[in-house]
């Protein structure tokens, strides 16, 4: 019968480090970036515990307020980033490690910029008329 032990270790850790590493060569070879859902795999705190320890820090933290904090992270291994999405409470919804030169979550949408170049327009042209 299998442990309900919440501090197991069910052995991800390594496997997982062995992914990101598959996924930095094809980041360098391609620009293919990857994501990795850390709650869609079996892991105990002790895996998550061990994957982070291995990861270290980076020098890059941004946080995002939409729907609930989330948090973005460079690890110690550049293009190895850590998002913590979390709700109101600040509870953890969902935790992923992205492999990309710039995670998808901090990079602006082309509607955005569309919307903010006509704002941006808009205020100059009242700026010069006034």
Same mark, same amino acid.
């Given at each position: 019968m299998p442990s309900t032990d919440s501090g197991a270790d069910h052995g991800n850790a390594l496997p997982i480090l062995n992914e990101i590493r598959h996924a930095l060569?094809?980041?360098l070879e391609s620009g293919e970036t990857s994501v990795i859902d850390l709650g869609a795999l079996p892991m105990g705190p002790q895996?998550? @515990? +061990?994957?982070? !320890?291995?990861?270290?820090?980076g020098e890059?933290?941004?946080?995002?307020? $939409?729907?609930?904090?989330?948090?973005?992270?460079?690890?110690?291994?550049?293009?190895?980033w850590l998002l913590t999405h979390r709700n109101e409470a600040g509870?953890?919804?969902?935790?992923?490690?992205e492999?990309?030169?710039v995670p998808e979550l901090l990079m602006s949408q @082309? +509607?955005?910029? !569309?919307?903010?170049?006509?704002?941006?327009?808009k205020k100059l042209g009242? $700026?010069?008329n006034g």
């Open positions: 060569a094809r980041l895996d998550e @515990a +061990e994957l982070l !320890a291995a990861l270290g820090e890059v933290e941004a946080t995002i307020s $939409a729907g609930g904090p989330s948090s973005v992270r460079e690890t110690a291994f550049h293009g190895v509870e953890t919804l969902a935790r992923f490690i492999i990309a030169f @082309a +509607e955005d910029v !569309a919307d903010s170049a006509v704002e941006l327009a009242q $700026a010069q």
